[in-house]
């Protein structure tokens, strides 16, 4: 991926990487990049490599990286005149997935749980 990103705007040859965790991707690659459309990031080691990567003057925009919402992202380069924050439309149909409700499966909780038996079973070790 380094040669190609390196060489290969000559023959009309472009990429696009995506990745959630960007300190695992090459910084030779990703220095080649000309756009950046960041998501969320609230990976403090993340957010310190994708302010390394940014324009000298885009660079304090690294610190709203933890706080853009669900479908929100930040356009930074050749593409975009000035750095925007922009809202993505939702796709239609929406995907089949969604967040874990959390807050309400700790606060319900199964109905035949009982908690005295396993700690019980918990301390004396059985199944």
Known sequence: MERIAKEGRKYGVTLCIVSQRPTELSETVLSQC???LCLRISNADD??????LLPEGAKN??????SLRRGEVLAIGDASL???RIL???PNPPPASQDAPLAQSWSAGPEDLDVA???????RQIR
């Open 34 to 36: 000309g756009n950046y």
């Open 47 to 52: 957010q310190e490599y994708v302010r390394r």
């Open 61 to 66: 925009l690294a610190d709203m990286l933890a």
């Open 82 to 84: 000035l750095p925007s």
């Open 88 to 90: 993505v439309d939702r």
């Open 117 to 123: 038996d396993i700690i019980n079973r918990w301390w």
